[in-house]
């Protein structure tokens, strides 16, 4: 009788041990439900308008737009019309019909008539002008780039490329694909 007990001490031990699992992978289990989270907003904003300030106190950038959500399963914010003024000199717009904010709003993705235009440094120049399909923009390393087609104009003269890479701090901006172009020079005085 020892002998029989001894040998189904170990058997018993085992199914003992896989219960406890099986209760612990119900318990954890409870917390997190199977199956995809509901992509549901959880605030929203209408016609609103945000103003950024550096440490001295100086108007960095200004955005306004048409309404704002936010989906915490993703944590993702979708904005209608936005519009971006940059308050350096010269001042720079942005706008979209629609942005994709990433988390933590490290990437931001620009979508549909896209336009950027850059205010000439000085008076009776014209504005640069850049417009594309989508940008995707990095705040924090001041860059952006796109793979769609991209028509840069500044008064007559017209740049176009099938992509276009741009570094604010560095000043560079690359145009991809073939690049075309009619560039107008001003004539300001007699030959």
């Known amino acids: 009788m020892k002998d029989r007990f001894a040998s189904l001490f170990p058997l018993a031990m085992l199914v003992l041990l896989a219960a406890l699992t099986f209760w612990l992978n119900r318990l954890i289990q409870a917390d997190n439900p199977r199956g995809p989270q509901r992509h549901d907003p959880d605030y929203w904003v209408e016609k609103f308008e945000v103003r950024r300030f550096n440490p001295d106190g100086k108007l960095q950038h200004t955005l306004v737009a048409e309404n704002l959500l936010h989906y915490p399963?993703?944590?993702?914010?979708?904005?209608?019309?936005?519009?971006?003024?940059?308050?350096?000199?010269?001042?720079?717009?942005?706008s979209a019909r629609m942005a994709y904010v990433g988390q933590d709003g490290k990437e931001i993705k620009l979508v549909d008539a896209v336009r950027v235009a850059r205010h000439p440094a000085k008076a009776g120049s014209a504005p640069t002008v850049l417009e594309t399909r989508t940008l995707k923009v990095f705040p924090d390393e001041e860059r952006g780039s796109t793979r769609d087609p991209v028509v840069i104009t500044q008064g007559k003269s017209?740049?176009?490329?099938?992509?276009?890479?741009?570094?604010?701090?560095s000043g560079i901006t690359v145009l991809h694909g073939r690049v075309t172009g009619t560039l107008h020079r001003n004539r300001t005085g007699t030959p």
């Open 158 to 169: 017209v740049l176009r490329g099938t992509g276009l890479d741009v570094d604010s701090r």
């Open 73 to 94: 399963d993703d944590d993702t914010t979708i904005v209608s019309a936005p519009r971006i003024t940059y308050h350096q000199h010269p001042p720079t717009e942005v």
